[in-house]
Protein backbone atom coordinates (compact mmCIF):
# COMPACT_ATOMS: atom_id res chain seq x y z
CA UNK A 1 0.00 0.00 0.00
CA UNK A 2 2.55 2.67 1.06
CA UNK A 3 4.63 1.84 -2.35
CA UNK A 4 1.12 2.73 -4.13
CA UNK A 5 0.94 5.83 -2.28
CA UNK A 6 4.57 6.64 -3.67
CA UNK A 7 4.19 5.97 -6.30
CA UNK A 8 0.91 7.91 -6.69
CA UNK A 9 2.68 11.18 -5.38
CA UNK A 10 5.81 10.96 -7.78
CA UNK A 11 3.56 10.92 -10.66
CA UNK A 12 1.45 13.58 -9.36
CA UNK A 13 4.52 15.65 -8.64
CA UNK A 14 6.44 15.24 -12.51
CA UNK A 15 2.74 15.70 -13.64
CA UNK A 16 2.36 19.24 -11.49
CA UNK A 17 5.90 19.77 -12.40
CA UNK A 18 5.34 19.21 -16.22
CA UNK A 19 3.11 22.67 -16.33
CA UNK A 20 4.71 24.67 -14.20
CA UNK A 21 6.74 27.12 -16.77
CA UNK A 22 10.07 26.31 -17.35
CA UNK A 23 13.29 28.23 -17.46
CA UNK A 24 11.99 30.85 -19.73
CA UNK A 25 14.17 30.80 -23.35
CA UNK A 26 15.46 34.04 -24.75
CA UNK A 27 13.62 35.46 -27.82
CA UNK A 28 15.29 34.94 -31.16
CA UNK A 29 17.08 38.12 -32.79
CA UNK A 30 14.95 38.34 -35.51
CA UNK A 31 16.80 39.71 -39.34
CA UNK A 32 12.39 40.84 -39.66
CA UNK A 33 12.13 44.49 -39.51
CA UNK A 34 9.41 43.74 -37.40
CA UNK A 35 12.03 42.42 -34.41
CA UNK A 36 14.12 43.52 -31.65
CA UNK A 37 17.47 43.93 -31.42
CA UNK A 38 19.78 41.93 -28.91
CA UNK A 39 19.77 44.85 -26.71
CA UNK A 40 16.02 44.70 -26.60
CA UNK A 41 15.78 41.04 -26.58
CA UNK A 42 17.95 41.20 -23.15
CA UNK A 43 15.48 43.59 -21.90
CA UNK A 44 12.14 41.84 -22.51
CA UNK A 45 13.33 38.07 -21.92
CA UNK A 46 15.13 40.69 -18.18
CA UNK A 47 10.85 40.92 -17.47
CA UNK A 48 9.21 38.60 -19.27
CA UNK A 49 10.97 35.90 -17.26
CA UNK A 50 7.81 37.28 -14.28
CA UNK A 51 5.46 36.99 -16.84
CA UNK A 52 3.10 33.82 -16.84
CA UNK A 53 2.22 31.74 -19.89
CA UNK A 54 0.04 33.57 -22.41
CA UNK A 55 0.88 36.76 -21.56
CA UNK A 56 1.61 38.98 -24.74
CA UNK A 57 3.57 42.42 -25.03
CA UNK A 58 2.31 44.80 -27.93
CA UNK A 59 5.02 47.16 -29.06
CA UNK A 60 5.93 50.04 -31.22
CA UNK A 61 9.17 51.67 -31.42
CA UNK A 62 7.98 54.78 -33.28
CA UNK A 63 11.28 56.92 -35.31
CA UNK A 64 10.72 60.20 -37.19
CA UNK A 65 9.78 58.36 -40.54
CA UNK A 66 8.22 55.24 -39.53
CA UNK A 67 7.23 52.28 -37.15
CA UNK A 68 8.34 49.46 -35.80
CA UNK A 69 5.51 46.79 -34.89
CA UNK A 70 6.78 44.14 -32.61
CA UNK A 71 4.45 41.17 -31.28
CA UNK A 72 5.81 39.37 -28.54
CA UNK A 73 3.96 36.18 -26.94
CA UNK A 74 5.43 33.82 -23.90
CA UNK A 75 4.37 30.15 -24.94
CA UNK A 76 5.36 28.07 -21.93
CA UNK A 77 9.42 28.23 -21.69
CA UNK A 78 9.68 30.59 -24.73
CA UNK A 79 9.17 34.29 -25.92
CA UNK A 80 8.05 34.00 -29.52
CA UNK A 81 7.11 36.60 -32.25
CA UNK A 82 3.76 37.38 -32.75
CA UNK A 83 1.39 39.50 -35.34
CA UNK A 84 -0.86 41.54 -32.80
CA UNK A 85 -0.61 45.24 -33.53
CA UNK A 86 -4.72 45.06 -34.22
CA UNK A 87 -5.35 43.34 -31.31
CA UNK A 88 -7.00 44.97 -28.45
CA UNK A 89 -5.96 45.91 -25.01
CA UNK A 90 -7.86 47.73 -22.14
CA UNK A 91 -5.18 50.98 -21.30
CA UNK A 92 -6.62 51.74 -18.15
CA UNK A 93 -5.32 55.43 -16.51
CA UNK A 94 -4.18 56.11 -20.10
CA UNK A 95 -7.72 56.89 -20.59
CA UNK A 96 -6.98 60.18 -18.61
CA UNK A 97 -4.97 61.45 -21.28
CA UNK A 98 -8.40 60.84 -23.76
CA UNK A 99 -10.36 62.62 -20.99
CA UNK A 100 -7.82 65.39 -21.20
CA UNK A 101 -7.96 65.57 -24.95
CA UNK A 102 -11.55 66.39 -24.94
CA UNK A 103 -11.70 68.73 -21.93
CA UNK A 104 -8.89 70.82 -24.24
CA UNK A 105 -10.87 70.62 -27.34
CA UNK A 106 -14.07 72.47 -25.15
CA UNK A 107 -11.38 74.53 -23.31
CA UNK A 108 -10.04 75.18 -27.02
CA UNK A 109 -13.44 76.14 -28.72
CA UNK A 110 -13.99 78.39 -25.23
CA UNK A 111 -17.32 76.12 -24.02
CA UNK A 112 -15.15 75.62 -20.74
CA UNK A 113 -12.69 77.38 -18.65
CA UNK A 114 -10.48 75.36 -16.30
CA UNK A 115 -10.82 78.18 -13.51
CA UNK A 116 -14.38 77.12 -13.84
CA UNK A 117 -15.92 75.43 -10.10
CA UNK A 118 -16.84 72.23 -10.52
CA UNK A 119 -20.28 73.08 -8.37
CA UNK A 120 -20.99 75.11 -11.43
CA UNK A 121 -22.05 72.04 -13.45
CA UNK A 122 -22.83 69.20 -11.09
CA UNK A 123 -26.63 68.71 -10.38
CA UNK A 124 -25.94 68.01 -6.56
CA UNK A 125 -24.72 69.52 -3.79
CA UNK A 126 -21.20 68.77 -2.74
CA UNK A 127 -20.98 68.36 0.97
CA UNK A 128 -17.56 70.05 0.51
CA UNK A 129 -16.40 71.90 -2.65
CA UNK A 130 -13.80 73.96 -0.80
CA UNK A 131 -11.34 73.96 1.68
CA UNK A 132 -8.91 77.11 2.98
CA UNK A 133 -11.32 78.98 0.78
CA UNK A 134 -10.37 77.65 -2.31
CA UNK A 135 -12.54 75.65 -4.48
CA UNK A 136 -12.23 72.66 -6.68
CA UNK A 137 -12.09 73.74 -10.01
CA UNK A 138 -11.69 71.79 -13.37
CA UNK A 139 -8.30 72.48 -13.35
CA UNK A 140 -7.69 70.41 -10.26
CA UNK A 141 -9.65 67.40 -11.24
CA UNK A 142 -7.50 67.22 -14.46
CA UNK A 143 -4.07 67.62 -12.83
CA UNK A 144 -4.86 65.75 -9.65
CA UNK A 145 -4.68 68.84 -7.40
CA UNK A 146 -8.02 68.49 -6.52
CA UNK A 147 -7.75 66.78 -2.50
CA UNK A 148 -10.20 63.98 -3.67
CA UNK A 149 -9.04 60.59 -2.49
CA UNK A 150 -7.69 58.33 -4.65
CA UNK A 151 -11.34 56.20 -5.00
CA UNK A 152 -14.47 56.49 -2.52
CA UNK A 153 -14.29 55.12 0.19
CA UNK A 154 -17.42 53.16 -0.08
CA UNK A 155 -16.38 51.19 -3.57
CA UNK A 156 -16.63 47.79 -1.78
CA UNK A 157 -19.74 48.15 0.81
CA UNK A 158 -21.97 49.89 -2.12
CA UNK A 159 -21.41 46.61 -4.58
CA UNK A 160 -22.04 44.09 -1.71
CA UNK A 161 -21.61 40.78 -3.25
CA UNK A 162 -20.62 42.37 -6.96
CA UNK A 163 -17.64 43.39 -5.89
CA UNK A 164 -14.87 42.23 -8.60
CA UNK A 165 -11.07 43.44 -7.54
CA UNK A 166 -10.04 43.11 -10.97
CA UNK A 167 -12.75 45.51 -12.03
CA UNK A 168 -13.43 47.74 -9.14
CA UNK A 169 -15.17 50.49 -9.95
CA UNK A 170 -17.25 49.08 -12.75
CA UNK A 171 -20.19 48.48 -10.68
CA UNK A 172 -19.86 52.08 -9.16
CA UNK A 173 -22.37 54.43 -11.01
CA UNK A 174 -23.14 57.95 -11.40
CA UNK A 175 -25.78 57.50 -8.64
CA UNK A 176 -23.45 56.09 -5.91
CA UNK A 177 -20.97 58.66 -7.07
CA UNK A 178 -23.23 61.63 -6.37
CA UNK A 179 -24.17 59.88 -2.98
CA UNK A 180 -20.43 59.82 -1.89
CA UNK A 181 -19.96 63.70 -3.13
CA UNK A 182 -22.93 64.83 -1.54
CA UNK A 183 -22.86 62.87 1.93
CA UNK A 184 -19.47 61.64 2.30
CA UNK A 185 -16.89 63.53 0.02
CA UNK A 186 -13.56 65.20 2.93
CA UNK A 187 -11.08 66.68 0.92
CA UNK A 188 -7.52 65.68 1.71
CA UNK A 189 -5.57 68.62 1.20
CA UNK A 190 -6.52 72.21 -0.17
CA UNK A 191 -7.70 72.36 -3.57
CA UNK A 192 -4.39 73.77 -6.16
CA UNK A 193 -2.23 72.70 -3.32
CA UNK A 194 -0.10 69.15 -4.33
CA UNK A 195 -0.70 66.44 -6.46
CA UNK A 196 -2.45 63.38 -4.78
CA UNK A 197 -3.66 61.03 -7.76
CA UNK A 198 -7.10 60.58 -8.06
CA UNK A 199 -9.27 58.41 -10.02
CA UNK A 200 -12.44 59.20 -8.69
CA UNK A 201 -11.37 62.62 -9.83
CA UNK A 202 -11.15 61.59 -13.70
CA UNK A 203 -14.39 59.95 -12.91
CA UNK A 204 -16.25 62.91 -12.06
CA UNK A 205 -14.13 64.91 -14.63
CA UNK A 206 -15.24 62.64 -17.62
CA UNK A 207 -18.73 62.63 -15.87
CA UNK A 208 -18.78 66.44 -16.04
CA UNK A 209 -17.69 67.04 -19.46
CA UNK A 210 -20.63 64.83 -20.08
CA UNK A 211 -22.86 67.27 -18.59
CA UNK A 212 -21.41 70.33 -19.79
CA UNK A 213 -21.98 69.03 -23.79
CA UNK A 214 -24.98 66.87 -23.38
CA UNK A 215 -23.30 63.67 -24.91
CA UNK A 216 -22.23 60.11 -23.77
CA UNK A 217 -18.25 59.87 -22.92
CA UNK A 218 -18.13 57.49 -26.00
CA UNK A 219 -19.91 60.16 -28.32
CA UNK A 220 -17.14 62.80 -27.12
CA UNK A 221 -14.37 60.08 -27.55
CA UNK A 222 -15.33 59.25 -31.33
CA UNK A 223 -16.33 63.09 -32.51
CA UNK A 224 -13.11 64.84 -30.91
CA UNK A 225 -10.87 61.96 -31.31
CA UNK A 226 -11.11 58.37 -32.87
CA UNK A 227 -12.94 59.29 -35.88
CA UNK A 228 -10.95 61.79 -37.01
CA UNK A 229 -7.77 59.65 -36.68
CA UNK A 230 -9.18 56.68 -38.34
CA UNK A 231 -8.51 54.53 -34.67
CA UNK A 232 -10.99 52.28 -35.59
CA UNK A 233 -10.62 50.13 -32.76
CA UNK A 234 -10.42 52.16 -29.91
CA UNK A 235 -13.71 52.05 -27.77
CA UNK A 236 -15.42 51.49 -24.23
CA UNK A 237 -18.55 49.48 -25.23
CA UNK A 238 -17.98 45.92 -26.41
CA UNK A 239 -19.68 44.39 -29.29
CA UNK A 240 -19.43 40.74 -30.41
CA UNK A 241 -16.55 41.71 -32.88
CA UNK A 242 -14.45 43.89 -31.00
CA UNK A 243 -14.30 41.01 -28.09
CA UNK A 244 -13.26 38.50 -30.46
CA UNK A 245 -10.16 41.31 -30.98
CA UNK A 246 -9.63 41.51 -27.78
CA UNK A 247 -6.62 39.93 -25.80
CA UNK A 248 -7.98 38.34 -22.74
CA UNK A 249 -6.66 39.84 -19.37
CA UNK A 250 -4.93 37.53 -17.02
CA UNK A 251 -4.57 37.33 -13.41
CA UNK A 252 -1.39 37.24 -11.57
CA UNK A 253 -1.20 33.65 -12.16
CA UNK A 254 -2.09 33.85 -15.63
CA UNK A 255 -5.38 32.53 -15.99
CA UNK A 256 -7.36 34.18 -18.40
CA UNK A 257 -10.16 36.77 -17.31
CA UNK A 258 -13.51 37.61 -18.36
CA UNK A 259 -14.64 40.74 -20.51
CA UNK A 260 -15.82 43.77 -18.09
CA UNK A 261 -18.40 45.79 -18.67
CA UNK A 262 -18.00 49.39 -18.08
CA UNK A 263 -20.83 51.04 -19.18
CA UNK A 264 -22.59 52.22 -16.34
CA UNK A 265 -19.53 53.53 -14.42
CA UNK A 266 -19.03 56.87 -13.07
CA UNK A 267 -15.35 56.08 -13.40
CA UNK A 268 -15.18 56.20 -17.70
CA UNK A 269 -13.40 59.16 -17.98
CA UNK A 270 -10.52 57.83 -15.54
CA UNK A 271 -9.87 53.88 -17.46
CA UNK A 272 -12.35 52.29 -19.50
CA UNK A 273 -10.96 52.64 -22.67
CA UNK A 274 -10.11 49.92 -24.79
CA UNK A 275 -7.18 50.55 -27.66
CA UNK A 276 -4.63 48.23 -30.27
CA UNK A 277 -0.96 49.41 -31.04
CA UNK A 278 -1.60 50.64 -34.18
CA UNK A 279 -4.76 52.88 -32.85
CA UNK A 280 -2.39 54.24 -29.75
CA UNK A 281 0.69 54.88 -32.49
CA UNK A 282 -1.84 57.17 -34.47
CA UNK A 283 -2.95 59.02 -31.25
CA UNK A 284 0.96 59.69 -30.54
CA UNK A 285 1.36 60.84 -33.80
CA UNK A 286 -1.50 63.52 -33.59
CA UNK A 287 0.01 64.32 -30.12
CA UNK A 288 3.62 64.84 -31.31
CA UNK A 289 2.35 67.55 -34.39
CA UNK A 290 -1.00 69.01 -33.72
CA UNK A 291 -0.49 72.56 -32.48
CA UNK A 292 -4.16 72.43 -31.34
CA UNK A 293 -6.21 70.96 -28.42
CA UNK A 294 -3.89 67.74 -28.61
CA UNK A 295 -1.51 69.92 -27.90
CA UNK A 296 -2.77 72.03 -25.08
CA UNK A 297 -3.83 68.89 -23.50
CA UNK A 298 0.03 68.60 -22.72
CA UNK A 299 0.88 72.13 -21.53
CA UNK A 300 1.55 72.51 -18.01
CA UNK A 301 -0.93 73.16 -15.60
CA UNK A 302 1.12 72.19 -12.39
CA UNK A 303 4.99 71.68 -11.84
CA UNK A 304 5.49 68.51 -9.04
CA UNK A 305 8.78 68.51 -8.91
CA UNK A 306 12.18 70.27 -10.25
CA UNK A 307 11.53 67.81 -13.53
CA UNK A 308 8.22 66.72 -13.75
CA UNK A 309 5.09 68.79 -14.65
CA UNK A 310 1.55 67.57 -15.66
CA UNK A 311 -0.73 68.74 -18.49
CA UNK A 312 -4.47 67.52 -18.23
CA UNK A 313 -3.67 63.73 -18.57
CA UNK A 314 -0.23 63.54 -19.59
CA UNK A 315 3.21 64.23 -17.56
CA UNK A 316 6.09 65.42 -18.90
CA UNK A 317 9.56 64.68 -17.65
CA UNK A 318 11.75 67.85 -18.60
CA UNK A 319 15.04 66.39 -18.86
CA UNK A 320 18.18 68.22 -18.09
CA UNK A 321 18.96 67.38 -21.77
CA UNK A 322 16.68 69.69 -22.83
CA UNK A 323 14.54 66.75 -24.06
CA UNK A 324 10.46 66.68 -23.11
CA UNK A 325 9.37 63.38 -22.47
CA UNK A 326 5.56 63.17 -22.65
CA UNK A 327 4.36 59.98 -20.89
CA UNK A 328 1.32 58.27 -19.41
CA UNK A 329 1.22 54.89 -17.74
CA UNK A 330 -2.10 52.34 -17.22
CA UNK A 331 -2.75 49.15 -15.43
CA UNK A 332 -6.35 47.24 -14.77
CA UNK A 333 -6.68 43.81 -12.69
CA UNK A 334 -5.65 42.01 -15.90
CA UNK A 335 -3.38 44.47 -17.93
CA UNK A 336 -0.37 47.27 -17.68
CA UNK A 337 0.75 49.53 -20.92
CA UNK A 338 2.74 52.53 -21.10
CA UNK A 339 3.60 55.49 -23.38
CA UNK A 340 6.09 57.73 -23.97
CA UNK A 341 7.45 60.22 -26.49
CA UNK A 342 9.44 63.18 -27.44
CA UNK A 343 7.42 66.15 -29.16
CA UNK A 344 10.64 67.61 -30.85
CA UNK A 345 12.53 64.73 -31.90
CA UNK A 346 9.39 62.73 -33.05
CA UNK A 347 10.22 59.35 -31.35
CA UNK A 348 8.08 57.20 -28.86
CA UNK A 349 7.38 54.02 -27.30
CA UNK A 350 3.73 52.49 -26.78
CA UNK A 351 3.71 48.97 -24.89
CA UNK A 352 0.30 47.17 -24.19
CA UNK A 353 0.32 43.82 -22.33
CA UNK A 354 -2.54 41.64 -20.64
CA UNK A 355 0.38 41.21 -17.73
CA UNK A 356 -2.18 42.07 -14.38
CA UNK A 357 -1.53 44.96 -12.06
CA UNK A 358 -1.67 42.75 -9.21
CA UNK A 359 1.59 41.38 -10.89
CA UNK A 360 3.17 44.01 -13.02
CA UNK A 361 3.41 46.38 -9.50
CA UNK A 362 5.83 43.83 -7.79
CA UNK A 363 8.44 45.14 -9.71
CA UNK A 364 7.01 47.74 -11.50
CA UNK A 365 8.10 45.95 -14.48
CA UNK A 366 5.59 47.35 -17.15
CA UNK A 367 6.65 50.42 -16.61
CA UNK A 368 10.34 49.89 -16.47
CA UNK A 369 10.43 47.89 -19.63
CA UNK A 370 8.61 50.99 -21.42
CA UNK A 371 11.18 53.30 -19.76
CA UNK A 372 13.87 51.15 -21.10
CA UNK A 373 12.72 50.77 -24.58
CA UNK A 374 11.99 54.37 -24.63
CA UNK A 375 15.29 56.14 -22.93
CA UNK A 376 18.20 55.53 -25.96
CA UNK A 377 15.28 56.91 -28.65
CA UNK A 378 15.67 60.92 -28.24
CA UNK A 379 19.58 60.52 -28.14
CA UNK A 380 19.64 57.95 -31.02
CA UNK A 381 17.27 60.52 -33.29
CA UNK A 382 19.06 63.95 -31.73
CA UNK A 383 21.97 63.09 -33.47
CA UNK A 384 20.39 62.63 -37.24
Known sequence: MKLIISIFILCFYFASCSLLPKKLNRLTVSDSPNSLDSAQTEVVYKYAQHFPNGSQLSICIISPDSENYIGILRRNDSLVYINNSDSIFEIGSITKTFTGTILAKLVFNGKVNLNDTVQKFLPVKMKQSSLSGEEIKIVNLAN??????SGPDDLKESQGSSF??????????????????SNKLVLESTPGEKRSYSNMGYGLLGH???????????ELLKEIVTEQLGMNNTFIRFDDERKQQMVRGRDEKGEPLPHFDWDSSAFIGAGAIKSSVKDMVKYIRANMYDTTYFYLAQKSTKQYTEF????????TFNAPDSFHHVGAFGATGGYTCGVIFERDAKVGIVVL?????????????TEELCRWLYDPLPVKYAKR
Open 144 to 149: HTSGFP
Open 164 to 181: NSYNPSGGYNVKRLYNYL
Open 208 to 218: LLTLITGKSYE
Open 308 to 315: LTQGLGWG
Open 353 to 365: TNVSAFLAAKGNY
